[in-house]
């Protein structure tokens, strides 16, 4: 079995210019043919794209090794910081990525930023491979006039406030405004909208921040208006149901035409907090306030569709309309950042030029997510773009595109790491953590209560 594993890397046990030592025997032999035929690959980003990428090769390769290196102190991505606090169902992927984690060829390193910390030509260095995994961390600007004023806000940073993402936790968006509007009608916006206007005592039970349930509470938000460029036959959020565009479409179409009945009236005229899809409609500006200090509402163009099928687009008819709020979240999309100088980048679709994965110019490079594709789909989507990684990786290796000989994989990088005074955060590590803020939790009757301050996560550890 160990000679059919090391044709198929085509190395032999002993470089050809030298044979075996003299008298060695097979145990000696055995023993270096273990540890030199064992594949480093290394990780970066520890959402969903890196626990799927890690996973499929783990699974496919037996003697693979994977580290998986993460700038936050705590793993999980986007399942910890970017799934809404009343979908727990959704996050219990993060039972997988745990048993991925306490696998022996699996190790976790937190609090590394790759680009600062350790550089991507160096992770080339240590490992066999290296796959950038690493999401979309930033969010796509609006570009129009009064953005930048107070009560603008795009929706990643305020979800990041309420699911405690320690660059967003200093947020304290101002809801003293009784109407809100949120530009763009994803998955994302319809979340937004729903924190807004969930009543407290509904999230108390949730794993929503202490902080943001404090400002929640103290909330005059009444209205939510979702705006979108195009009509409702191309809204982005989805709905977890088979065939789910013909059925949202039955869904909105059944909404728009018919009548409510006796209680359902009765029930709409009585409720305290209220929200609406505005189509056709392309911001165009934000609207200061009297004093210029804050803003005061978005001034829409009215668009129409011209084209079919993919090709449809928005195209203003010359109509304009003002929309009065005290609050503006922009919800038009996720972006990638460039991670490194060494890795190209295309700045344009925020994503890192690759073909099925396999970095372009770079062997030996590869992307797997929302910085390979875009910020697109949902969690099952990025499972099988990073498994479709994961192959391409696993055949480049079989195909001797890969280094042929050892790699010291995380030794080299601990040495460095130390080296620059960074100390990383191990898995075991982490689940301290996480009994802390289970603890800390169970005290208010919530799931946990998240940690929201990397230095008070460090000092926890004894960092």
Known sequence: MASRCWRWWGWSAWPRTRPPPAGSTPSFRHHLSTQEK??????????????????????????????????????????????????????????TFTQTAHSGRCAFWGNVEVGRDVTVPELREAYHAVVLSYGAEDHRALEVPGEELPGVCSARAFVG???????????????????????????????????LLTPPEHLERTDITKAALGVLRQSRVKTVWLVGRRGPLQVAFTIKVPRPRKRLTE????????????????????????????????????????????????????????????????????????????LVLSSVGYKSRPVDPSVPFDSKLGVIPNVEGRVMDVPGLYCSGWVKRGPTGVIATTMTDSFLTGQMLLQDLKAGLLPSGPRPGYAAIQALLSSRGVRPVSFSDWEKLDAEEVARGQRTGKPREKLVDPQEMLRLLGH
């Not at 200093?170 to 909208?193: F, H, K, R, Y």
């Open 251 to 326: 869904l909105l179409l059944r909404t728009a035409t018919e009548k409510p009945g006796p209680e359902e009236a009765a029930r709409r005229a009585s409720a305290s907090r209220a929200w609406g899809l505005r189509f056709f409609r392309s911001p165009q500006q934000v609207l200061p306030s009297p004093d210029g200090r804050r803003a005061a509402g978005v001034r829409l163009a009215v668009t129409r569709l011209e084209g079919v099928g993919e090709a449809t687009r928005a195209v203003p008819t010359g109509d304009m309309e003002d929309l009065p709020c005290g």
């Open 38 to 95: 064992t594949l480093q690959i290394c990780v970066v980003g520890s959402g969903p794209a890196g626990f799927y990428t890690a996973q499929h090769l783990l699974k496919q390769h037996p003697q693979a090794h994977v580290d998986i290196y993460e700038k936050q102190p705590v793993p999980f991505g986007l399942v910890r910081f970017g799934v809404a606090p009343d979908h727990p169902e959704v996050k219990n992927v993060i039972n």
């Open 161 to 195: 406030w309420y699911n405690g993402l320690p660059e967003n936790r200093e947020l304290e968006p101002d809801l003293s405004c009784d109407t809100a509007v949120i530009l763009g009608q994803g998955n994302v916006a319809l979340d937004v909208a729903r924190i």
